[in-house]
């Protein structure tokens, strides 16, 4: 790692083919990690947290040591669901729709597609939500 936040690129590999697939969807750095947009809305967002340097985010995955997490939204009537499947799912408290997960060596790339396309349709105006189809294939 070379800086704070920093995410291994072997994750963001697998994300960029994701996000990018979307309509008008683009990336850009966030004042932490990586984070994907449609207009000015985030659908997604990638950093490594280290508890010492980011408590609210540690606290909120229930971290001890440094691990990559992936914010992304999701429908209300779906949160208690991944909240019931516990590890990697993690509920932050910013906002009701928000919803966390830790990225690891076993991460399921496919539900990872799905959960971003999802969060990408809540995020996005009615019209571009429409155009989305299903998610892109996992790679690697």
Known sequence: MTAPGDVPPEVLDRLRPICRGLPESYEEPAWVGIRWRIRKRTFAHVLTVDPDRQPVHARAAALDQPACLLIFRSPLDE??????????????????????????????????????????????????????????????
């Open 79 to 140: 949160i208690a669901g991944f909240l019931g499947m516990g590890h990697p799912f993690y509920k932050p408290d910013w906002a009701p729709n928000v919803l966390g997960m830790v990225v690891d060596g076993d991460t399921d790339w496919e539900e990872v597609g799905e959960l971003l396309t999802e969060s990408y349709r809540v995020m996005a105006p009615k019209r571009l939500a429409a155009r989305v189809g299903p998610p892109a294939p996992p790679t690697g």
